[in-house]
């Protein structure tokens, strides 16, 4: 039910959850409403699971929730256009679910925000719930909205650009990479939240001048290191899907401009980049878990604005071995000691 669908496939092991779960009674099933920016997989009615879902309803199960029993699912699909989510939110109010869930695209969550202040609303991954307005803090959201986040943004990326210095004692250039349209982003209310000015304080913190680089596409990769090449950039930071999407080519530049690199998932070390700081997938797991406890008691009367958003307990930092041999780096050893994994 959400974009990080495969993190779940451990999550059989985990049947203890399901100690001391009642199967909820009433006269008519709950009706539970989803957002997705993605393709409609199939044509199915709201008593059906589709493949993917299987492991986000096998813990629902746990909890006594069973589709065509006394849950139904009401599907709506952006098709991949944007535009299309404020009125799949607002057609979801209009069917008047009882919980909206959010995948997590930005826009969806907005969206939905936007559409009710009264439904509650469960999101996955959102990057700036506070910022955005979805919630009021993360410890008591206050709104009608809570869920899972990957991190508090401005801790993390400070964390990041530590270990950025660490591995990169003498840089003073930082180029990030930036995957979407703009550092700004939408609120709720209306207006955008522009990040920049705290990532470029907490850069320049650390001794950094910052410049970003927006990319678009995987397609702008060598637009963008030619950017990052012609200003002397003596490290990189970056993260966003369009950068996912081109990591390959984004960790063969950076060290064949032999340039420190940090980023926010492991699969960019796994690659040959530097270095990553970021959930592992047996924290996912534990998230998506704890997503379902919220779903299942929200349905049973739980007010989303007394339930903290769930953040992960940890990170994992893993490092790059062979990368730094070939950039010729030293690495501090208390870094070392720190790594979650040391890639040989």
């Keep these: 039910m959400s974009t990080r669908r495969d993190a779940l496939v451990a999550l059989p092991l985990l049947c203890a959850a399901s100690l001391g779960a009642q199967t909820p009674r009433g006269d ?5 409403g989803l957002i997705d920016i993605g393709s409609a997989p199939q044509k199915v009615s709201p008593n059906q699971v589709l493949e993917d879902e299987r492991p986000f309803w096998a813990l629902m199960k746990m909890k006594g929730w069973i589709v065509g029993d006394n849950i139904l699912v009401e599907r709506l699909y952006g098709e991949w256009k944007v535009e299309r989510l404020a009125g799949l939110a607002q057609e979801l109010v209009r069917r008047r679910v009882d919980v909206i869930l959010c995948d997590s695209t930005e826009e969806a969550q907005i969206a939905a925000a ?23 803090s993360y410890a008591r959201p206050g709104r009608n909205s809570t869920g899972t986040t990957m991190y508090t943004w401005s801790e993390f990326s400070a964390k990041r650009l530590e270990l ?12 990030w990479l930036w995957g979407g349209d703009a550092l700004s982003f939408e609120t709720v209310a209306g207006g955008r939240f522009d990040m920049a000015p705290a990532l470029e304080a907490a850069a320049n913190a650390l001794g950094f001048e910052t410049r970003f680089h927006i990319v678009r596409t995987p397609q702008d990769i060598d637009r963008v290191f030619a950017e990052v090449t012609a200003w002397r950039a003596q490290a990189i930071s970056a993260g966003g899907l369009p950068v996912w999407d081109a990591r390959e080519s984004v960790v063969g530049l950076a060290l064949r401009h032999r340039i420190p690199s940090a980023f926010s998932h492991r699969g ?14 047996g924290e996912l797991e534990s998230l998506q878990v704890r997503r379902v406890e919220y779903i299942d008691r929200i349905l049973r009367g739980g007010k989303p604005a007394d339930l903290p958003v769930i953040q992960p307990s940890r990170y994992e930092l893993v490092v790059n071995l062979r990368t730094a041999k070939a950039l010729g780096l030293s690495l501090p050893r208390s870094l070392l000691q720190r790594a979650d994994e040391l890639i040989q």
Excluded: H
């Design 268 to 281: 960019y070390a796994d690659a040959g980049g530097l270095l990553s700081y970021g959930v592992s997938v």
């Design 164 to 175: 950025v210095r660490a591995v990169a004692p003498d840089a003073r250039r930082l180029s």
């Design 114 to 136: 936007r559409a009710t202040r009264s439904i509650p609303i469960v999101f996955d991954g959102a990057f700036l719930p506070e910022e955005q307005g979805l919630i009021d």
């Design 28 to 32: 008519q099933p709950k009706r539970l």
